[in-house]
């Protein structure tokens, strides 16, 4: 099996989104690392995110087909669907409040990070630069 692949927003968004300029390019990465046997993770902070900018971009129908693979896959344990709970909340919100000179850097994106370290999965599918900035290991792709 690979080594684990964090999904973020970012990457998800312009794999269902083929007017992102990013498409191609994620679309390619995407089957690849799921053919080549690797499992996405990802988390319930982060599907909200992508659900509601693919609702203002894309028409229900594709974005409702995009959800139904999400939560397929999760069931065929082929996609990591973490869920961000009471002691990961607490985790993140240590790191915001430690991270008082990134004031760009979401909540949402400090919750990721939690879930990554718990992971060791030190790859996160984003175009967001704010995880490199962070300096605790982790490495965009593709």
């Known amino acids: 099996?690979?080594?684990?692949?964090f999904f973020?927003?970012?990457g998800w968004i312009a794999v269902v989104d083929r007017k992102d300029p990013y498409h191609e390019t994620a679309k390619a990465f995407y089957q690849e690392y799921?053919?080549?046997?690797?499992i996405p993770i990802t988390t319930d902070y982060i599907l909200d995110e992508v659900l509601t900018v693919?609702?203002?971009?894309l028409t229900h129908q594709v974005v409702v087909k995009f959800g139904e693979g999400i939560f397929q896959s999760a069931r065929a344990?082929?996609?990591r669907f973490e869920l961000i709970d009471n002691r990961r909340r607490e985790k993140a919100w240590e790191l915001f409040k430690k991270y008082q000179d990134?004031?760009?850097?979401?909540?949402?994106?400090?919750t990721s990070f939690v879930v990554m370290s718990e992971f060791k999965a030190r790859k996160v599918f984003t175009g967001d630069e704010h995880f490199?900035?962070?300096?605790?290991g982790f490495k965009r792709v593709p």
């Open 34 to 38: 799921v053919k080549g046997g690797g």
């Open 8 to 10: 973020d927003s970012w």
């Open 54 to 57: 693919l609702r203002r971009r």
């Open 102 to 110: 990134k004031p760009d850097i979401s909540f949402t994106d400090f």
């Open 132 to 136: 490199e900035k962070v300096n605790l």
């Open 1 to 5: 099996m690979r080594k684990p692949i």
């Open 77 to 79: 344990q082929k996609l």
